[in-house]
């Protein structure tokens, strides 16, 4: 079973930090790439930070770089997402994917809300 398993969101203040997760299960952690996406109400999805269970290699989409920290714990079978200086416009569920080599190798967590308001 491929599971996909976030926490860490809530309600923080702007300038706040939170620390999200993303316990990965079912499959083999670093044959994929993976990566944070965020949706805002009325919005569309966006890539916020990714990261390889290969290589460790990491990338960030502009409006978070020197605010946010992808990491992963291999042992743990867990992603993070460390987020400091938070901003209003930050506010989203921020989902956890997975993705493989093979097409059907998707897969999403159930996401887990970040509002950032004071």
């Known amino acids: 079973q491929v599971q996909l398993v976030e926490s860490g969101g809530g309600l923080v203040q702007p300038g706040g930090s939170l620390r999200l997760s993303c316990a990965a299960s079912?499959?083999?952690?670093?044959?994929?790439?993976m990566t944070w996406y965020r949706q805002a109400p009325g919005k569309e999805r966006e890539v916020v930070a990714g990261?390889?269970?290969?290589?460790?290699?990491?990338n960030y989409i502009d409006s978070v770089k020197g605010r946010f920290t992808i990491s992963s714990d291999n042992d743990r079978n867990t992603v993070y997402l460390q987020m400091n200086s938070l901003k209003p416009e930050d506010t989203a569920v921020y989902y956890c994917?997975?993705?493989?080599?093979?097409?059907?190798?998707?897969?999403w967590g159930q996401g887990t809300q970040v509002t950032v308001s004071s």
């Open positions: 994917n997975a993705r493989g080599w093979a097409a059907e190798n998707d897969f």
């Open positions: 079912g499959f083999t952690f670093r044959a994929y790439v």
């Open positions: 990261i390889s269970g290969n290589t460790g290699n990491t």
